[in-house]
């Protein structure tokens, strides 16, 4: 059990009371220093803070003077993440490692190129010597990003040049973390569940001909099966989690952090800090545990006056979690659409069939179509609200018996793709740290000896 001071204390309520009536800032201040608070505008525009190459997204054209918003549209190194999905899809293959490689280097691989990045990533689905023992089974944790925060940092001490930022040298580590995450994460889920929950411990060793989405089903099961189907929608979802633009919580963790000059273990380990956040990387877990209160407290799941009162308690703060949001709903950039939604939904629908969970996936699909209209019709928007890709990649997770710990770290596990193509780009092109500024609004007041103080 936890025992490093885990009570809150009367004295530090007190402490935390102090330290909250002086650190209040006037809200309408903000206005008047024209800061644009989560740098985004009104409109909830980023503020441009750089310059990439990597992938962007489009959710409103030029008409006129006007902007308008229009269907979501993700591009992965200037290529349309449809087509890209699609191209794999069609040919019946695994799209991850083919996606990593466009990311990390900029361009589609050949047959021959493609061959040899799985197997240089293969090679590298390894841990130190006793890594598993020392590591990841001491002092186990009941949060799988901390687990797997720590790992990363420990790593740096089994590199035998942690601190070289050479390009060679930090690609070097970026492709050992891309192939050892699933590892980590599956493998400190384990440790988890045996030591924290007396459950059976199993260490399943990765095979080099499997994919990454394989791997982690093999590892992860008892019995290490798992359906083509199963591994094909996993790789899919980890495709559609890999990137999202610079501007993204985690990945400008990653710009800022890599622009001190630190070592790749560091900016990694602020990333995953970052994307453990709930309104991050955690969201999806939010959306599984929403539909799981509105399963019980909706008797027929097929009436949608019912649904639909229990989506306007959502927003009247009377059901949940009582934080009046409807998860999975709505993006910070996309208004009509979200392209990563749109693609997966598709293969959802497959899936529910093949596990027998059609009608969880009809509940699902009727909440995509009624949750705008109601927060439309309840909330004064700038912008429209559609389902986003954490929606369903809970659903999703659920359906391939992934545990709910393991949701962000899937998340984690293909987003280092993107961190590390944005630290290798922020290295090539960037020569300064990254200091934005912030008003100080405190006047300056007298000190006053310590006698004097009431």
């Known amino acids: 059990m936890p025992s490093f001071k885990t009570k809150v204390t009367p004295e530090l309520e007190k402490l935390t009371n102090i330290c909250e009536a002086h650190s209040q800032i006037d809200p309408g201040l903000y206005g008047t ?24 997204i489009i959710s409103s054209r030029t008409e006129g003077e006007k902007t308008v918003p229009c269907e979501g549209e993700l591009y992965y190194r200037g290529i349309d993440i449809r087509a890209l999905t699609r191209g794999f899809l069609s040919e019946d293959r695994m799209g991850f490692e083919e996606t990593a490689y466009l990311l990390l280097f900029g361009v589609l691989p050949t047959g021959e190129q493609l061959q040899k990045f799985k197997e240089i990533l293969a090679a590298q689905r390894s841990l130190p010597r006793n890594f598993v023992r020392d590591v990841i089974m001491k002092a186990p944790s009941r949060d799988m990003m901390n687990t797997l925060s720590r790992s990363v940092l420990t790593l740096y001490s089994y590199d035998s ?29 384990h440790a988890h569940q045996h030591y924290n929950r007396n459950k059976s411990l199993y260490i399943h060793r990765p095979r080099k001909e499997l994919s990454t989405a394989e791997n982690i089903l093999r590892m992860l099961r008892p019995d290490k099966k ?52 709930p309104k991050h990387g955690g969201a999806n877990i939010k959306v599984v545990s929403m539909f799981d209160d509105m399963k019980r407290e909706v008797r027929d799941w097929k009436d949608e006056e019912a649904v639909e009162r ?134 300056t007041v007298e000190y006053l000896p310590l006698a004097q103080r009431g």
């Open 33 to 56: 220093y024209d800061v644009k608070r989560g740098l985004r505008d009104l409109n909830g525009k980023g503020v441009l803070a750089g310059l990439t190459q990597i992938s962007s």
């Open 161 to 189: 040049d942690p601190d070289n930022i050479e390009l060679p040298n930090v690609l070097r580590q970026c492709i050992n973390l891309i192939s050892v995450f699933p590892m980590l994460s599956v493998y400190g889920y």
């Open 226 to 277: 798992y359906t083509p189907l199963e591994a094909k929608i996993l790789d899919l979802a980890l495709v559609l989690h890999m990137e999202h633009g610079g501007g993204n919580n985690s990945t400008f963790t990653t710009h800022v952090v890599s622009s001190s000059g630190t070592d790749t273990y560091s900016a990694v380990a602020a990333a995953l800090g970052s994307l453990k956040g």
């Open 310 to 443: 229990y989506l306007l308690r959502l927003l009247h703060k009377e059901a949940f979690d009582r934080r009046g949001l409807i998860y999975g709903m709505g993006h910070a950039v996309y208004s009509i659409s979200d392209p990563r939604a749109q693609i997966f939904k598709a293969f959802v629908e497959q899936l529910a069939r093949e596990k027998g969970r059609g009608k969880d996936y009809a509940l699902y699909a009727m909440v995509e179509r009624l949750a705008p209209q109601v927060i439309g019709r309840e909330r004064h928007i700038y912008k429209g609200v559609s389902a986003n890709v954490d929606f369903y990649s809970g659903f999703v997770y659920s359906m391939l018996d992934l545990p709910p710990e393991l949701f962000t770290p899937m998340f984690a596990i293909a987003r280092i793709v993107g961190w590390s193509a944005h630290r290798l780009e922020e290295l090539i092109n960037a020569d300064k740290i990254i200091r934005p500024s912030y008003q100080n609004v405190m006047p």
